[in-house]
C-alpha cells in the first residue's frame, strides 16, 4: 500500500489560538515582497500592529524599497514568532500569506490605524506623520504554522484574523 501520510496535523482551536497569538504579539515580522523589476523575492523588518478586526497592518515609508513593491504587486508574507534559547527551530513560529492593501493618509480609516499604531509603537510618533507614510493591512490568505516539533499546521486566513 502506497498512502502518504501528511505531517500536518488536523487545524483545531489550539493551533489558531497559537497563530494568533504569535501575530498579536509579534512587534515586528520579517516581510518578504516581490521586487517590480526582477519578479525576485525580497525581505525586509517591518513593526506591526493589529486594526480593530485582528487584520495586522503596517506603517512605511515611500522610501523604502518594500513600499513600492507592495504598491505594484500586494501579495507578500511575512514570518512572526522569535527564537528562545535553545534550537531555535524549536520554537514556534508562523509564516502568513498575504494580500497588502494600502490605507492612504485620506482614507476614513487612517486616523483610527494611526491610534492603534501608536499605541503599540509609541516611538513612531516621531516619523508617523511625515507626508510619505502609510499603512497597509496585510489580509491574511493562508498561514504554516510551526507550533514546535512535530506540530505543523495548515492554516486559512480566516483561522489567523481576530483576537488570541
Given at each position: 500500500m502506497n498512502?502518504?501520510?501528511s505531517v500536518l496535523r488536523p487545524t483545531d482551536d489550539e493551533a489558531r489560538q497559537l497563530a494568533r497569538r504569535l501575530i498579536s504579539e509579534a512587534p515586528h515580522v520579517a516581510l518578504s515582497v516581490l521586487e517590480p523589476t526582477t519578479g525576485w523575492p525580497s525581505i525586509s523588518r517591518t513593526i506591526i500592529a493589529l486594526d480593530e478586526d485582528g487584520v495586522p497592518f503596517i506603517l512605511v515609508s515611500a522610501l523604502a524599497a518594500h513600499t513600492g513593491a507592495l504598491k505594484t504587486d500586494g501579495r507578500c508574507s511575512?514570518?512572526?514568532g522569535e527564537p528562545g534559547r535553545g534550537d531555535p527551530l524549536a520554537h514556534p513560529r508562523?509564516?502568513?500569506q498575504a494580500q497588502a492593501q494600502q490605507?492612504?493618509?485620506?482614507h476614513p480609516y487612517f486616523s483610527a490605524l494611526r491610534d492603534r499604531f501608536l499605541n503599540r509603537h509609541p516611538k513612531a510618533q516621531l516619523y508617523i506623520d511625515l507626508p510619505d507614510f502609510?499603512?497597509?493591512r496585510l489580509m491574511p490568505q493562508s498561514g504554516s504554522l510551526n507550533?514546535?516539533?512535530g506540530k505543523a499546521f495548515r492554516l486559512e486566513g480566516q483561522d489567523l484574523v481576530g483576537r488570541a
Amino acid at each position: 500500500m502506497n498512502e502518504k501520510t501528511s505531517v500536518l496535523r488536523p487545524t483545531d482551536d489550539e493551533a489558531r489560538q497559537l497563530a494568533r497569538r504569535l501575530i498579536s504579539e509579534a512587534p515586528h515580522v520579517a516581510l518578504s515582497v516581490l521586487e517590480p523589476t526582477t519578479g525576485w523575492p525580497s525581505i525586509s523588518r517591518t513593526i506591526i500592529a493589529l486594526d480593530e478586526d485582528g487584520v495586522p497592518f503596517i506603517l512605511v515609508s515611500a522610501l523604502a524599497a518594500h513600499t513600492g513593491a507592495l504598491k505594484t504587486d500586494g501579495r507578500c508574507s511575512f514570518l512572526a514568532g522569535e527564537p528562545g534559547r535553545g534550537d531555535p527551530l524549536a520554537h514556534p513560529r508562523l509564516s502568513v500569506q498575504a494580500q497588502a492593501q494600502q490605507i492612504a493618509r485620506e482614507h476614513p480609516y487612517f486616523s483610527a490605524l494611526r491610534d492603534r499604531f501608536l499605541n503599540r509603537h509609541p516611538k513612531a510618533q516621531l516619523y508617523i506623520d511625515l507626508p510619505d507614510f502609510c499603512f497597509f493591512r496585510l489580509m491574511p490568505q493562508s498561514g504554516s504554522l510551526n507550533g514546535g516539533f512535530g506540530k505543523a499546521f495548515r492554516l486559512e486566513g480566516q483561522d489567523l484574523v481576530g483576537r488570541a
